[in-house]
């Protein structure tokens, strides 16, 4: 069974500090995907990561996946207030069963 | 390009009254996704489908909840009897799976917030 971890699950952060996301998940995948979510919304895609080594940056969040080690990461930069948000991880297993599981969230608050 | 379409957006009800969600995919995305997401929670797969056709519904809660694709487009979930906990909203998705790597890209509706009372 397909299982997707990610932590922490809370993070209070000043503005101005560097942090990362981690998304460790259970089997192999073909796909990785970030999503952010803001309080009543539904999910907008930030990311999707292909291939061993991807890496993808988009203003102040980049992604990067390790398949060997089922690990990705979501790394924020300098943060400031507007990236204040959900952000969850998902994994699909193309060719398999073609699910997208989800991982449980992190709870991104930043203080200014 | 239109995105996933989902209605209603909000519905309360009464526990044991019967609710149906609507969601019409992207056109040419041939696998549906139903979603649930309690408060706080991760999105839980509830049913898949690849066209018309049912891929994995083992999360589905089968005795309550109930979930059709007629003719491989748009898509039903009812919840029959409802129950207080199945308060949620309720995300629809889609992905074309072709053989372009762009074809993985999922895309999800506003959603249908429910509640029940």
């Known amino acids: 069974e397909l299982k997707v971890e990610q932590n922490p699950l809370f993070l209070s952060m000043q503005e101005g500090k560097n942090y990362t996301i981690y998304c460790n998940y259970s089997t192999t995948s073909d796909r990785l995907y970030w999503y952010r979510q803001d309080p009543g919304k539904s999910l907008e895609s930030l990311f999707v990561?292909?291939?061993?080594?991807a890496v993808k940056q988009e203003g102040r969040l980049m992604a990067s996946l390790d398949t060997k080690a089922r690990l990705s990461t979501l790394h924020i930069t300098a943060a400031v207030h507007d990236l204040s948000a959900t952000y969850f991880c998902?994994?699909?297993?193309?060719?398999?069963?073609?699910?997208?599981?989800f991982g449980k969230g992190t709870r991104l608050h930043i203080l200014p | 390009e239109a995105g996933v379409a989902q209605s209603p957006r909000y519905k309360i009800i009464e526990k044991r009254q019967s609710v149906a969600f609507w969601c019409n995919p992207i056109s040419g995305h041939a696998t549906l996704y139903w979603y649930q997401q309690i408060l706080g929670q991760g999105p839980k797969l509830l049913i898949q489908?690849?066209?018309?056709?049912?891929?994995?519904d083992s999360q589905l809660p089968k005795d309550r909840f109930s979930a059709e694709r007629l003719k491989g487009v748009d898509s039903t979930l009812k919840i029959q009897p409802a129950k207080l906990e199945d308060s949620a909203v309720y995300l629809c998705a889609s992905i074309k799976l072709g053989t372009l790597t762009s074809d993985t890209e999922a895309f999800f509706g506003q959603g249908t917030r429910l509640t029940v009372v």
């Open positions: 998902a994994v699909l297993r193309r060719n398999r069963d073609d699910k997208i599981i």
């Open positions: 489908f690849q066209n018309n056709g049912v891929v994995d």
């Open positions: 990561l292909l291939s061993n080594g």
